[in-house]
């Protein structure tokens, strides 16, 4: 797994690739080392990433919570199609945002 880090104002991008199954402490510890204030906005580029199981969808979800309980934001660009249909399976579409690529989530917080 290789995550990248990206800092655009109150815009985190986290552009992540790899293999992730069994490298959810890893994703983990990376999403609760990030600092957002509040207002801030968190972005999975998920471009490299094929397959999500049931323990990374749940710390997703787990993060996606603590960022909307201190007033910042989770979105997903990249999905791919099998990820994209697990989160409309699991009703998570309904609260973390997908956009089709990084610059449309860019565009979309900058002007929020």
């Known amino acids: 797994m290789n995550i990248e880090k ?3 104002g109150k815009i ?7 293999e992730l199954i069994q490298k959810e402490k890893e994703l983990q510890q990376c999403l ?5 204030d509040k207002g801030g906005v968190v ?5 490299g990433v094929n397959y999500i199981n049931s323990i990374l969808l749940g710390v997703i979800a787990k ?3 603590e960022l909307h309980r201190s007033g910042g ?5 990249n999905a791919s199609s099998f990820v994209a249909n697990l989160l409309e399976i ?4 309904q609260v973390i945002t997908l956009f089709d690529n990084e610059d449309d989530a860019v565009a979309h917080f900058e002007s929020a």
């Open 6 to 8: 990206n800092i655009n």
């Open 12 to 18: 985190i991008i986290l552009r992540i690739s790899g």
């Open 32 to 36: 609760s080392s990030l600092s957002v």
């Open 43 to 47: 972005v999975l580029n998920l471009a």
């Open 63 to 65: 993060f996606c919570s």
């Open 73 to 77: 934001d989770l979105c997903i660009t």
């Open 90 to 93: 699991t009703h998570l579409n």
